[in-house]
């Protein structure tokens, strides 16, 4: 017999901040499966986790294996350099 297990999704709202932007929209809604982390985000756009410094869900910090629940804002910021 198989096991017929319902997926279930969460839709989060994805900031992206400074050259983040550049091949993504500033702000889109991102659906994943439930569960998902905002490593599976980074993944799905395609942003290499080496530019992303500060991580933000709904105003907090957080580090990049946190579980993302449904209508989550995730923001995604880059290193910032200065001189």
């Keep these: ?9 969460v ?4 900031k992206l901040f400074a050259n983040l932007r ?13 569960g998902s982390t905002v490593l ?6 395609k942003i290499p986790m080496d530019n992303i410094a500060i991580i933000m869900i709904n ?5 990049a294996n946190i579980e993302v629940f449904h209508n ?5 910021f880059p290193p910032v350099g200065g001189g």
């Design 22 to 34: 550049e091949d993504n929209e500033k702000e889109q809604t991102v659906e994943l499966k439930e």
């Design 11 to 14: 839709n989060v709202v994805v």
């Design 40 to 45: 599976d985000i980074v993944d799905k756009l």
């Design 72 to 76: 989550d804002v995730v923001s995604l």
């Design 59 to 63: 105003g907090r910090r957080q580090t």
């Design 1 to 9: 017999m198989g096991c017929n297990e319902e997926v279930n999704y």
